[in-house]
């Protein structure tokens, strides 16, 4: 007659080493579920795709050669607010609404002098520490000239492709039109000029 | 860390014996032949196996590793990055949706909130979602990068405000605005030591963090919307 060897006491955490027994469905999704922070994290932070609706950027997204087809646009969230230049495309949450996302050429810069559009009731203004000036591509836009300078905490991502439609795929175009160009002072040139005089 | 980083395999000993039989784990190996003989093999222990006596014995004990301590030292190593990963992006995902706890300092809020406390901010009201007058937000300066700040809700949008109600103490006129849609306007309870509203104008309701819910250091204290709490008597 033998007698077994006694066991020793179960681990009070046995059962996270052993892991549940469930069934095989409900572990599948388990797994799945278990990387959706992750993947929330990556759409938040890292990269994005969005669609593009609205007129406001008109030559740049949604041309006439669409045909009534919609832009798919890469946003490259990571590292957004750094070290952003005159031309490029970003994307903000409009201060008007905080709800609603709008997508902008960052036309002037904090400390740039900008010679302001039809609405805004000043013709000459400068861009404020931390703040960004927007305006659309197409002449009915509501961006900048409406609402003034926006903060640059508002800026959600930065736009960098073309995905969609395939005749248009590449990178997005990062510079200002000549008309809108001659309507900014940068800071640094501002500098140069007082050194020069 | 022991396990993960062995070359062990297989299962465990127990807890107790893990003590008494660690260094095993870490017995010298030969891992690259010498002048071509074979690799040493460990010597088999000279005690005898237990055999099984029958069929009706119990069954052998469970591999109690975890899974994901199971297996080669490759897939151990994966299994537990992905899962600090996972675990992480969950962190991230709470603090930025959910709720964070964080320290509040400086002056501003003074009979509110003490000069350096620790605070519990809900991030479900973040970009202004549910804020009313007289709400603690934390939220982004708007002329400034990196500075975060705790004020008190004075207006929201639509509302009238005074821009300085300090104004009349020195002889200048007060001010009237109207805070413009999709702003509020703030300011610190402790007036003469706040940098709020008064000097970088309405704040977006997107650079809106979250609502201030409680203080916990120094004793709990759970923060209403309603400002206008009345003295206390002897005040």
């Known amino acids: 007659m033998s007698v077994p060897a006694p066991t020793p006491p179960p681990s009070r955490w046995a059962f996270l080493r052993r892991g549940m027994h469930l069934p095989a469905s409900v572990k599948l999704s388990l797994g799945v579920l278990s990387w959706l922070p992750v993947a929330i994290f990556f759409f938040d932070n890292v990269y994005h795709i969005s669609w593009v609706s609205g007129r406001s950027m008109y030559p740049t997204f949604l041309p006439d050669s669409n045909a009534g087809m919609r832009d798919l646009i890469l946003l490259k969230k990571w590292n957004a607010k750094n070290n952003l230049k005159r031309g490029e495309v970003v994307v903000y949450r409009s201060p008007v609404d905080p709800e609603v996302t709008a997508i902008k050429r960052v036309v002037g810069l904090e400390g740039d002098v900008v010679l302001t559009k039809k609405p805004f009731p000043v013709s000459e203004v400068v861009v404020p520490r931390n703040h960004v000036w927007v305006e659309g591509d197409d002449i009915h836009s509501h961006d900048s000239n409406h609402f003034g300078a926006i903060s640059m905490h508002l800026i959600q991502a930065r736009v960098t492709h073309i995905v969609w439609p395939f005749s248009r795929l590449g990178t997005v175009e990062k510079s200002l039109p000549a008309s809108t160009q001659k309507r900014v002072i940068p800071a640094e040139r501002q500098l140069v000029s007082i050194f020069s005089t | ?235």
């Open chain 2, 1 to 235: 860390m022991l396990r993960l980083f062995s070359r062990h395999r297989g299962p465990l000993p127990s807890r107790r014996l893990i003590l008494l039989s660690s260094p095993q784990l870490f017995k010298p190996q030969i891992f690259f032949r010498r002048n071509g003989t074979a690799p040493t093999t460990p010597t088999p222990s000279t005690q005898p196996q237990p055999q099984p006596q029958s069929t009706n014995s119990s069954p052998p004990p469970e591999d109690d590793t975890p899974w994901w301590l199971r297996g080669p030292r490759w897939r151990r190593v994966i299994g537990t990055t992905i899962i600090a990963i996972k675990f992480l992006a969950l962190c991230h995902l709470i603090t930025t949706k959910v709720i964070l706890v964080s320290l509040s300092e400086g002056p501003s809020m003074l009979p509110t909130l003490p000069t350096s406390g620790s605070i519990i901010v809900s991030r479900l009201n973040s970009r202004g979602r549910g804020i009313k007058v007289g709400d603690l937000i934390a939220a982004h300066r708007p002329d400034d990068m990196d500075v975060m700040f705790l004020k008190r809700v004075i207006g929201m949008p639509g509302d009238y405000v005074v821009v300085d109600p300090m104004a009349t103490g020195r002889g200048e006129d007060t001010m009237m605005l109207r805070v413009p849609e999709g702003h509020c306007w703030i300011a610190g309870d402790n007036l003469s030591h706040s940098i709020d509203s008064r000097f970088y104008g309405p704040v977006p309701l997107g650079l809106v963090m979250g609502k201030v819910l409680a203080q916990y250091s120094g004793g709990w204290r759970w923060f209403t919307s309603d400002p206008f709490t009345k003295p206390e008597p002897g005040e």
